[in-house]
């Protein structure tokens, strides 16, 4: 849950930041073998990622008074996941890696 003391606004900016993929981008990459292949999948048949990335195509879509508190930690666990991501970046041309098309499933498209 988010704390009262946070501001909404601020979480929103550095989510808008950070998500630089539009829904309907995100949403045309969730249907790829690629964006299904990467991921931890915690038993059943979709990753964690991907279902994040799912989530975050609503959120996109969603009017700010139509966003609730959980809505708000969620884009805070997308937010910490971009940005731990980001600091394991691999070494050479990131193109076709599993480290992009995990970012890609968040939101974030790293050679944007």
Do not use: C
């Not at 279902?51 to 609503?58: A, H, K, L, M, N």
Request: net charge neutral.
């Amino acid at each position: 849950m988010v704390a009262v003391s946070e501001d909404r606004a601020a979480i929103a900016k550095e989510f808008g930041e950070a998500v630089n993929m539009t829904a309907g981008e995100l949403e045309e990459w969730l249907e790829t073998d690629e964006s299904k292949a990467v991921g931890q999948k915690d038993g059943g048949g979709e990753s964690t990622g991907h279902e994040s990335g799912r989530r975050i195509v609503r959120l996109l879509r969603a009017k700010k008074s139509e966003l609730t508190d959980d809505d708000y930690a969620h884009m805070r666990k997308v937010l910490g996941y971009i940005h731990r991501h980001l600091a394991q970046r691999p070494s050479g041309d990131v193109r076709n890696t599993k480290w992009r098309y995990s970012l890609m499933n968040w939101g974030h498209d790293p050679l944007k």
